[in-house]
């Protein structure tokens, strides 16, 4: 398994303004994830961070709004932008170990998001 | 197209009973893995147990054991001696090469609560 440490652990924002997640994993790893939690509702995969490429959206995410740094093979961001209270949320990071369609994905604790 | 349904919102469960949490799933991909998650109030995902499509015995970690039924397509957790500890929410999940063997596809959950 993986130790997964993800800040903040909440905020609460205003609307229209950024927040940036940070996500650092205790080895290196190929592959980190981002999903979002919004209330009360299971997790969607918002994107996948390789390091040294663009990270790859699924469909009703874009990387306007949800920028994805990926600077080495330990680290990751997200990033919420231009934020409205529909973005409420808990933001997840997520890492891979395991082969193939053994996809076992460890999680952080999660960012729990309040936009006002 | 891949689906997971979890038709239990909630679910009560005496102190020291099993419990069975369901599961089912569709999809036409001949190889795929199944997954649960417990989710406690504080937001984190934690892997519980995995089951691949083509396993021949039912997985077990500990107090869980995963009940496959390949022909009825049916995943579910069985909670052996529940604590307090286990009151939380329960994802199914699934990967699969129509997924992405990457990505896991999420069920919306089962609310456990285990009663004193």
């Known amino acids: 398994s993986a130790v997964i440490s993800q800040k903040p652990s909440r905020d609460i924002c205003q609307r229209g303004t950024s927040l940036t997640i940070q996500c650092q994993v205790d080895s290196q790893v190929t592959m980190m994830f981002w999903y979002r939690q919004q209330p009360g509702q299971s997790l969607t995969l918002i994107a996948t961070?390789?390091?040294?490429?663009?990270?790859?959206?699924e469909s009703g995410f874009v990387i306007d709004k949800f920028p994805i740094s990926r600077p080495n093979l330990t680290f990751s961001t997200l990033t919420v932008s231009n934020m409205s209270p529909e973005d409420s949320s808990i933001y997840l990071c997520?890492?891979?170990?395991?082969?193939?369609?053994?996809?076992?994905?460890?999680f952080g604790a999660g960012t729990r998001l309040s936009v006002l | 197209a891949q689906k997971i349904t979890q038709t239990q919102p909630g679910m009560f469960v005496q102190e020291k009973e099993a419990v069975t949490l369901d599961c089912t799933y569709d999809?036409?991909?001949?190889?795929?893995?199944l997954f649960w998650y417990k989710q406690p109030s504080s937001g984190e995902m934690i892997f519980l147990i995995y089951q691949g499509s083509y396993d021949q015995q039912n997985a077990t970690e500990g107090r869980y054991s995963l009940n496959f039924q390949k022909a009825r397509k049916s995943a579910n957790l069985v909670i052996s001696a529940s604590q307090l500890g286990d009151s939380a929410m329960y994802f199914c999940?699934?990967?699969?090469?129509?997924?992405?063997?990457?990505?896991?596809?999420f069920g919306t959950g089962t609310r456990l609560t285990v009663i004193p």
């Open positions: 999809t036409s991909d001949p190889s795929y893995g």
């Open positions: 999940a699934m990967s699969s090469d129509q997924t992405g063997a990457n990505n896991l596809f």
């Open positions: 997520s890492v891979k170990a395991g082969t193939g369609l053994k996809n076992i994905q460890y």
């Open positions: 961070a390789n390091q040294g490429s663009e990270a790859t959206y």
